[in-house]
């Protein structure tokens, strides 16, 4: 059975950090390319980066390029996304996501709130 379990959301000021985690199972992360989307409030959900298998560092959306950072663990099962310099339009569930023989699979999300 396929599950992916996000931790590590919560509220941070603007400028600080979040490391959010995508724990797997059912599958190898090192074998499937893995993705985090976001969704804010009243707003569609956006891909925000992605690691393939063949890359060591990963895709990144334009809003997030040079202050997100998509890792995995392979030993963990564990995908990352390392969060700097947040701001307040970060503010979004986000979800990791992966497809497994043309099936998507879903985290159930994890909130992230950036604000002073």
């Known amino acids: 059975q396929v599950l992916l379990v996000e931790s590590g959301g919560g509220l941070v000021q603007p400028g600080g950090s979040l490391r959010l985690s995508c724990d797997a199972s059912?599958?190898?992360?090192?074998?499937?390319?893995m993705t985090w989307h976001r969704q804010a409030a009243g707003k569609g959900r956006e891909w925000v980066a992605i690691?393939?298998?063949?890359?060591?560092?990963?895709i990144y959306a334009d809003s997030v390029k040079g202050r997100f950072t998509i890792s995995r663990d392979n030993a963990k099962n564990t995908v990352y996304l390392q969060m700097n310099n947040l701001k307040p339009e970060d503010t979004a569930i986000y979800y990791c996501?992966?497809?497994?023989?043309?099936?998507?699979?879903w985290g159930q999300g994890i909130q992230v709130t950036v604000s002073s």
């Open positions: 996501q992966t497809i497994i023989r043309g099936t998507n699979y």
């Open positions: 059912g599958f190898s992360v090192g074998t499937n390319p």
């Open positions: 690691i393939t298998t063949s890359q060591a560092s990963g």
